[in-house]
Each structure stands twice: as C-alpha cells, then as structure tokens.
C-alpha cells in the first residue's frame, strides 16, 4: 500500500490508512481526536513479561523490551494487511532495520502469559517459524535463513553470539525470536481476537514510540474502540527498574501566543490557536500566562502518538502549516549587512579569468580519485603527502581525496582525444592532504591552480608563458635565488615530469608549486598519446 | 581572347553562349568558361545560365585519323598494285599497321595471295572510299548530326571519338554591365589606406554566408558561470561568503551539532562517505560538546531530546561533509562565541559529498548553494520575504511553499516554483528555522533566530542549459566543445 508521499518521515502515525483517515477526518472536523484508555483490569492481574537477562550486572545486547495487548479485536482482510505493512513500516524506518527495535505480534490465545524475555543457548532453542512447517533448532537458524532476502539481512544482529534472545509464553513455547521471526504457532490471521505485541530493542524510547503507534493505530478496532490492555515489564536485570506499557498518556505542554506569533510572523488569536492545534489532532485549551511579557497562551495536550513532538516549536509548526504557509504575509529583515566575498575565491576567480584570457578552457574534475590516479600512475608515492582516504566507497573511482589537480587534467586529456590541437585546458580548486599539525580535522586544504597543455610537440614555453603570465598579473618579479620578495624558477626532479624538463616554483622563499613536461610513463598510464606540459601552483600564498 | 572582348560582344549583342565564344575566339571552352567566372564575381556585369549540352568530341587517335585518313585506308593506300609482302607493308604502316590491315582486311579493300612465295598482300578494290575519316570530319565541323547513330557508337568503340557532357553558360548584360573592367580587391590593405586608393577600387562583394573563423580564446566552466551568478545575487543582497574550503568534516559538526541524531539514516555508510584515515577528530570545545550531548540524550532548553545514548566516539567519526550546513553550524557557534551579538547574513556554494548511488541525475560530488540569516526576532514571514527577493533575481516569482521534514530546521518548507516550460509546480530547494536544540547550546540569545535555504547548484544548472546527464556537465569526461560553445549565463 503506498500513500502520499510527501508526509514527513517521522509521523509514524502516518504511516498507516488508519492513522492518515483519522488524522484528515479531524482536520475536517468530522470527528474529535480519540482518547485512549486502558481495560480496567486490576494490576495483579496483568499479563507480565519477565527480563531475564544473566547475569544481572552485565549488558545484554538488546537489553530491552515492552509488550501491550488489544483484546476483542476486529480484523478483516485489509486491517490484518495494513497491520502487517505498518510493522514493515516501523522496522524500515524508526526501527533502522530492526537493529533498533523489532516487534513481534502473537495470537494470545495461541500462547500463555506470563511471558519471559530471556538469552537462551542455541543448542536449547527448537521451534517452528512463522510460515515453516518443520522444527528448526537454534543451531540450525543461521543456516536456514542465511538466503532468505527479507529476514536473512537481519540475521547480523545476532550471528556473532552463543546465545539468541527468546520470548517465552508460560508454557517454554517460543513466541519470537528477535529480530529475525515469530513462531508458527502465535500467528495472527483475519480470526485473532486477542493480540500480544512484544518489542525488544536496544533504544527503550524508539521501543515506546512503536508500542504507542501500533497500540494507537489498532486498537481502533477494538469491541471497545481505543482500549488498549497494558503489560507489566519486569527486569531481573539493572537495566530498567520496570514498567507497565503502554501509557498512551499525554505530554502536557505550554505555548505561549507571543512564541507562535513570533516565529511564524502571524497575529492570531488565543481562539484561533486552539483551532488551529485541535485541527493538528491536538488537544489545545487557553491556559494561563507564563512568559514575562504576561501574553496569553495555551495548554497542548501532545497525544501518544506524536512522539516526534520535542520543543513547542514542533507545535507552532503544525499551527503553521494548519495556518497554511502560503498564507503568511512577507516581509523582508531590516537589516544592515555588509557583504564580504572570501579572499581566497576572489584571488581563485581573478586567475580563471586570466587563464580563460589566455585561450584555456576551464575544466571541473571530481575531487575523489583512485589511490593509483593520485599516486603511482604520477610515478609519485603514496603517501608524499598522505591524501585522506575514504572508509566506505562504492567505487575505484573514489578511494582518496585528491591532493594534487594534475591527475583531473590529464584524466580530462585523455577524454579528449578528437579535439583540435593544441589542447589547453585549466582547473582552479581544493586540494587536501592529512596534516596531524592541524587541530580537529588534522587535514589541511590548499586552493590550487592547474593547467595543462597538450599538443604534438611538449610546448613547455607555453605553459612557462602561463606562470610569467600570473606573476605577471600578480606583480610578482622574477629574482635571483635567495632573494625572498619575488619568485624563482629552480630546477627539480619531481617524478611526474620528464627528467630535466620540470621546475620547482618558489615564491617568499617557500615552494608553491612546478612547472615541467610531463613524464611519457605517466601518459601512458592515462593512455594520452601527446606529449603535455603542465602547472600547479597554489594560490593561498596570493592572498 | 579576353574578359573585355567578350563584354564588347555582349554589349552589341543581347545574348551569347560560351560555345559560340569558343568557336569565335577559335580558343578552348574552359578557357572562356574562365573569363566568364573573372568576369561573374566582379558583381552584376553580367547575368549567367547554366545550360548541359552533350557533345561529341574527337579523341587524340580521331584527331590522326582526320589528318592522315583512318588507318585502313592508310594501309590500302601503301599497298601497291604489285602487291607487298606483309611484313613490310606493316613496317611501312608503322603503328596503325596491325589495326588498319585487320580493319581493311574485313572491308573487303585488300586480300591475301597465297600463290607467291612469300605471300603478297595485294588491292582487291581500285579505290576506298574512307567513310570513317568522313564521319569524324564531319564531327568537327556539325557537330556529327548527319553521322548515324550505329556508326557514332562504332567510332566510340573505337576510342576514336568520346562523348562530353560540357556546361554552357548563357550570357546576358547584368544590372551593372559595362564594358570596361576595374578588377576588384578582396581586402582593404594598410597600403590602400596609406595611399587613398581605397577609394577609387571596387571590391569583391563578401560572402556572408560563410563562417567566421574561431577566436583562440579559452572559456570558464559553465557550471562555474552560473555559480558566479549566484555568488553575486548573494552579494547584492548583502551576504557574507563562509568558508567553505574544507571537505573533510566531524560527524559533530556535520550531524550532531545540527541536532541530527547518531541513528538517522543519513548518517548511515550507505549515504555518507567516512574516512578511514584520519578516522575520527578530537572534538574540541568541551563544553558545548556537552551541551550537545545533554540536548540529544535528555533536552533541554524546553526540549525533551531524543532520548537516547549520545556517543562521543559516533561525533567523532570524520567524514566528507554532506552539506554545507555544518560549515554554517561553525558560523554559528562562533558568532555565539563573539561577545556581542551582531545580526548576519552568511552564504556559501562549494562542494558537498554523498555516498550515493550515481545515476544521470546523482554524482558522488555536487555543490550546494545555501543563504543562512541570523538576527533577534526572524520569523516564517522574513523566511518566505527573504525567498521570494533571493528567487525573484533569478526571474522566478511564483513560489509556493510545503511543509517538510528536517531534523535542524522547524518548522521546514520545500520551496516550489512554476516553471512555465514544463507546466507544473517544481521543487527548487529547502528551507526552515534552525531549531532552538541546534542556537541555543551554541550559546546564542533565546530570542535569536535563524533562518536558512539551501539548493543544489547542477539542478538548475542542467536545467537552464537543457543538459539530461550530470556526468556531461561536470567530471573529467566532459566534452571540451560543450564547454566551448556553452552560452553566457544570464539570469
């Protein structure tokens, strides 16, 4: 079932027909919001789910678990689908994959309370899956669902214990093994009347959200419509003192006029708030001042299905958008700013535009290259200097952030094998490399220029042309070595470049890049059939 | 023959062909066909048709035959009534001997008498008639008319005449004809200027229709044009450039800082690029790292948080920063950090990474444009003022706005415009409020609020240059041409 799909992604109480009818029905005004109650049972006589997790002291891997019951339930054949395809919703969504949290729903009258939560060795565990029709033993589970494509990519959650953890009804049968699968046994058809929803989790907040949006969702279809029947928790562990889920309780919060008003730039009423909120499927009352100012305000009574609900300015949102957004009148901040460009990208365009005068073409390589592009194919090592190199990457192409521009330009070169010759071509960007100097980031980025010319013949005096050029543009005098104030043209070695045929350029006594003719290896590795000169300088020192 | 004698014909005369020209010059068709070119391009002299007329012409060996008789005949004609051996009648012949003694043979003109020892060959006939030299005379001098077909395709066969398709040009007085010619220059020179002669030369009339040839100059990215412009509507409107120049960011900064908490899926390996080395970063400022850390695990500053167990080695992870935000983020704290608040308007638009799947739409790298304002009392009002000014320098007006989802902003909007080509309402970026759990542990006043939207800059990039694949847009397998050729960027 697939519904609107601009809905934000945390109202899980959208997520479902049921939730989004309710949710428009009370927008419209057809009906009140529902107020959900518990079976009046008494609470020695409530179902409980024991945490036994050894050894007390000690953090189980998924430490905990709420359970609820809906009795006297109605299901057809759309409800007992929808109710499967919002478990399916949760576990994708606010349950990251069931690495979070993972539900389990049983017939009750299929199993017996009280209930116990419980890490049991694979070697004790044997039950039927849902869906199965033969026993399979804990030692077996890995195994028989390692290919199933939709429960075998939960099975990493568990694969590296001894022990799974069970829930067990009073009578050792296995109700679930999370978070993988249910029993065979416990399983919920059109027939169920009586249903035990079970939810361990590693984040008891993410547990309780689930609990409160199933148990909202369904229990409309109650005999009782919105009665719920809650579970005791126990832990025999320190992981939680106890509890008895769910609440469905809900937070009361204050919103004063002013804070509305002010953040959506809107002048409504006290009433017109409280309209507003209860459109919102919020419960909304005038309540008494509590801002210094002495404005008005209002009780908002954020049901338990609005978990998503944290500051007031989560319900100022939805008076907004009950408001219509489309209806707040513009106006523009008075405000006296001066704009400020950043040096370095002025000195960065300054020079684009002065290589394009000189008849190059601007090029935008990708910042991400293949370890080899940015080292061994430019006949450089690896680690001089140490570019940052990415953990998770789904290609070759993206191993390491570049630090030098000469692989971008001759990549582009070699794509451009029928232009006209000469090819003249430049790049202006960040280059970084890891210096543990540097606090934080302990990487440091350069702002580089680049460029390159390709042709029958090397053309070296072009691309020395192009460095005059910028010193030229610069007022950047040659001089003689050891004189710091201008820039000097000193012969270098560095591999990428033909023997006898690369310069190191200094500027203020500090190497700031070279100019050479590049090595016939390194074309050959980048299949570029011309010989090519190129530049790198950087730019910072422009500043 | 030249270019003025043919005007002196055409100015007594009305119309004249280029054959009739050959014929009267008694010179080569071409080469009047050539003076009529001369003459064509010095403007409307004269007025030209172009007809195709097929002639036949002798060829080299034709033109023997008209001079010595066919080759038969010539070898009748050595034959003495004596009669001659063969071999020296051939010698005699030369090189027409074999053809003309075979073709004489056949015409029953000459035989071969075998009585004699050597065998002599003698004359049959007392005289030939030599129809074949006739015909081609004939050929020359009408044209051929009277020569019948059977017997024009016979001389073909022969190689002694071949069949021309010739154009003729009819000639008629032009708008401008004159009978005198002042040849026209193609160019003005430094030298006409520097004698005046400029003024007394015609000159050839231009071809506009040609191509001009390409200026040497180089060209910027066309992604980069356009990035200048929204650099400079940023600018215009008083915004202050971050920055931005540098990739490598926190998992705070980028996530945690923006009050986006450590199970959100965009900080899943799947969306975003970690590093292995520099795996993570020291966080510093420890006292706002606790900050963060309280708002995320328990609230505060009237927020309940999220509820869960904030990890500092999870903020700690390095990453390539997935959007721009966290440069605004440090903005932020910092102006916090100032000792007085000053109000801000802050922009940036540079490179943001995505561990993504790439597609003709998606690249691993792209850039974002975002505008953050910062000021005491910012309202939803300023936000969608701010929008409609920032858009309407595009040349968009039409706005519209939808709530959204986003974890640092609230409230959120999705930013819609009309675009007019494709009929329907468009999504051009995102907006909102910074939430109060991402200000106010940085430290900023309470009533401090900030607003900020953000965009991609390849969307309408492609868009404006009707570019369907990303990877023809940036990358190094650009084509050069297309960034040659690629038009000013005017919005």
């Not at chain 1, 029993?183 to 079970?198: A, G, L, P, Q």
């Not at chain 2, 800059?457 to 040659?484: A, C, F, Q, S, W």
Request: aromatic share 10%; glycine share 6%.
């Amino acid at each position: 079932i697939k519904y609107c799909p601009g809905l934000k992604s945390i109202r899980y109480d959208l997520l479902c027909p049921e939730g989004l009818v309710r949710a428009l029905l009370i927008f419209t005004s057809k009906i009140e919001p529902p107020i959900y109650k518990a079976r009046p049972v008494s609470s020695n006589k409530l179902h409980t789910l024991t945490v036994k997790l050894p050894p007390k002291g000690t953090r189980h891997y998924r430490p905990y678990v709420v359970g609820g019951i809906l009795r006297n339930i109605n299901f057809t054949e759309f409800s007992c689908k929808t109710f499967i395809d919002l478990q399916d919703k949760l576990h994708m969504n606010i349950c990251r994959k069931r690495t979070l949290a993972a539900i389990g729903t049983h017939d009750l009258d299929a199993c017996e309370g009280p209930f116990t939560y419980e890490l049991v060795p694979k070697k004790d565990i044997a039950f039927v899956p849902l869906n199965q029709t033969k026993v399979v033993t804990g030692e077996e589970f890995l195994d028989f669902y390692a290919d199933d494509r939709n429960l075998g990519k939960h099975l990493h959650v568990i694969e590296k214990y001894d022990a799974f953890p069970i829930i067990y009804d009073k009578n050792r049968n296995v109700c679930s093994l999370p978070p993988v699968i249910n029993s065979e046994k416990t399983k919920i058809s059109t027939s169920t009347r009586n249903v035990f929803i079970d939810i361990t989790a590693t984040d008891l907040t993410k547990a309780h959200i689930v609990l409160d949006t199933l148990t909202a969702m369904f229990s409309q279809y109650c005999d009782v419509p919105y009665e719920f029947e809650p579970v005791k928790i126990v832990y025999e562990t320190d992981a939680h003192p106890g509890e008895t889920v769910p609440t469905m309780e809900s937070r009361r919060i204050h919103v004063s006029q002013d804070q509305v008003n002010t953040l959506l730039g809107i002048d409504l009423s006290i009433d017109e708030i409280v309209r507003l909120a209860k459109k919102m499927s919020l419960g909304a009352e005038v309540g008494k001042s509590i801002d210094s100012k002495g404005t008005s305000g209002v009780y908002i009574d954020i049901p338990s299905t609005r978990h998503d609900v944290l500051h007031p300015v989560d319900v100022i949102e939805d008076i907004g958008i009950a408001y219509g957004y489309n209806r707040i009148p513009k106006v523009f901040p008075k405000m006296g700013t001066v704009a400020q460009p950043r040096v370095v990208n002025k000195i960065s365009d300054l020079v684009r535009r002065e290589l394009a005068l000189c008849g190059y073409y601007e090029v935008l390589a990708f910042s991400l290259c293949s370890e080899d592009e940015n080292s061994t194919w430019l006949r450089r090592k690896a680690d001089n200097p140490k570019p940052v190199r990415l953990l998770n990457p789904k290609t070759f192409e993206f191993q390491v952030m570049r630090t030098t521009l000469i692989s971008g330009l001759l990549k582009t070169v070699a794509h451009s094998k029928s232009q006209k010759l000469p090819i003249k071509i430049f790049e202006v960007g960040d280059v970084v490399f890891q210096d543990k100097s540097v606090p934080e980031r302990q990487c440091r980025t350069r702002r580089r220029v680049g460029a390159l010319w390709a042709a029958k013949t090397s053309g070296f005096e072009n691309i020395h042309g192009v460095l005059d050029r910028i010193m030229l543009m610069f007022e950047i005098k040659r001089t003689n070595k050891g004189n710091s104030e201008g820039f000097q043209f000193i012969a270098s070695d560095d591999p990428v470049m033909f023997p006898g045929r690369c310069a190191d350029v200094f500027y203020k006594g500090a190497r700031i890049g070279l100019v050479g003719v590049v090595h016939p290896e390194v074309l050959a590795k980048f299949d570029i059939i011309y010989p090519c000169s190129m530049l790198e300088l950087d730019l910072d020192p422009f500043e | 023959m030249s270019a003025e004698e043919i005007l002196q014909i055409l100015s007594s005369e009305s119309s004249v062909t280029s054959t009739e020209l050959a014929s009267r010059f008694n010179c080569d068709h071409q080469k009047v066909v050539g003076a009529i070119k001369s003459l064509e391009s010095l403007g409307d002299v004269i007025s030209t048709k172009i007809e195709t007329v097929k002639q036949w012409k002798l060829t080299e060996e034709g033109e023997i035959v008209v001079k010595n008789g066919s080759h038969e005949y010539v070898v009748f004609s050595l034959v003495p009534s004596e009669g001659i051996p063969q071999a020296a009648l051939m010698k005699a012949a030369g090189s027409v001997g074999k053809v003309g003694f075979s073709k004489a043979m056949s015409a029953g003109w000459i035989s071969m008498d075998k009585s004699s020892q050597p065998p002599l060959v003698k004359k049959k006939v007392d005289t030939a008639k030599d129809n074949v030299k006739d015909y081609l005379v004939d050929i020359v001098g009408t044209g051929g008319s009277s020569v019948p077909d059977k017997e024009k395709a016979d001389l073909k066969k022969r190689k002694l005449v071949q069949e021309v398709v010739e154009k003729v040009y009819i000639l008629e007085k032009g708008e401008n004809f004159s009978t005198s010619i002042t040849k026209a220059e193609t160019d003005l020179t430094a030298e006409m200027i520097s004698n005046g002669s400029w003024k007394d030369v015609s000159f050839k009339p231009y071809n506009f229709d040609a191509l001009g040839i390409s200026p040497e100059g180089g060209t910027l990215h066309p992604l980069l044009k356009v990035r200048a412009e929204y650099r400079q509507i940023f600018l215009e409107m008083g915004f202050t450039e971050m920055p931005t120049n540098n990739y490598v960011e926190s998992s705070f900064w980028n996530f945690d800082s923006l009050f986006q908490p450590q199970q959100h899926p965009a900080r899943d390996a799947h969306d975003t690029f970690f590093i292995s080395d520099p795996h993570s970063t020291h966080l510093m400022n420890d006292e706002y790292v606790k900050q963060v850390a309280e708002i995320h695990s328990v609230g505060g500053f009237g927020s309940q948080g999220y509820g869960y167990d904030w990890k500092t080695e999870e903020a700690a992870k390095n990453l390539l920063r997935t959007h721009t935000t966290a440069v605004s983020a440090r903005m932020l704290y910092n102006l916090a950090k100032q000792k007085e608040f000053t109000p801000q308007k802050y922009f940036s638009i540079d490179r943001v990474f995505r561990n993504e799947t790439l597609d003709a739409t998606h690249l691993a790298e792209f850039h974002q444009i975002e505008g953050v304002i910062v000021d005491y009392g910012l309202t939803l009002g300023d936000l969608i003022g701010v929008l409609y000014q920032f858009f309407k320098k595009l040349g968009i007006e039409k706005l519209r706005f939808k709530p959204a989802y986003n974890p640092y902003t609230e409230p959120s909007m999705e930013i819609f415009s009309y675009h007019a080509g494709l009929g329907k309402w468009v999504e051009i970026g995102n907006s909102g409020i910074f939430r109060p759990e991402m200000l106010l542990p940085m430290g900023l006043p309470e009533n401090v609020k900030a607003i900020a939207w953000g965009l991609s800059l390849e969307r309408p990039t492609m868009i404006k240059y009707g570019i369907d694949n990303i990877r023809d847009l940036v990358g190094h397998k650009v084509n050069l041409k297309m960034v040659k050729e690629n038009p000013l960027c005017r919005i």
